[in-house]
């Protein structure tokens, strides 16, 4: 499976973006999809997964973020809103189905002051 992420960018805080997640070379529907961040010097950190129509997500981004999923289009989503400086990060995809894991490469998120 290769994951291609897309949509950061650099946004004031207040502000939204959308990111995408598309996936090729497996069946997309089967897969647990998650997204994660990484902020400079900091380990990379769980953001939101959706998986078979169930959602999680970290406290930190709970009520402003929301995942998720269109099967047909093999594509995974996360919308940013209320965006604040803390949520820059390069910010990645994930696809997990049993012991089958995909990392796509990241996109960057800035969020400015």
């Known amino acids: 499976v290769q994951l291609q992420a897309s949509g950061g960018g650099l946004v004031q805080t207040g502000g939204s973006l959308r990111l995408s997640c598309a996936a090729s070379?497996?069946?997309?529907?089967?897969?647990?999809m998650g997204w994660f961040r990484q902020a400079p010097g900091m380990e990379r950190e769980f953001v939101a997964r959706?998986?078979?129509?169930?959602?999680s997500y970290a406290d930190s981004v709970k009520g402003r973020f929301t995942i998720s999923r269109d099967d047909a289009k093999n594509t995974v989503y996360l919308q940013m809103n209320s965006l604040k400086p803390e949520d820059t990060a390069v910010y990645s995809c994930?696809?997990?189905?049993?012991?089958?894991?995909?990392w796509g490469q990241g996109t960057q998120v800035t969020v400015s002051s």
């Open positions: 070379g497996g069946t997309f529907s089967r897969y647990l």
């Open positions: 994930r696809a997990q189905y049993g012991a089958h894991d995909y």
């Open positions: 959706i998986s078979w129509g169930t959602t």
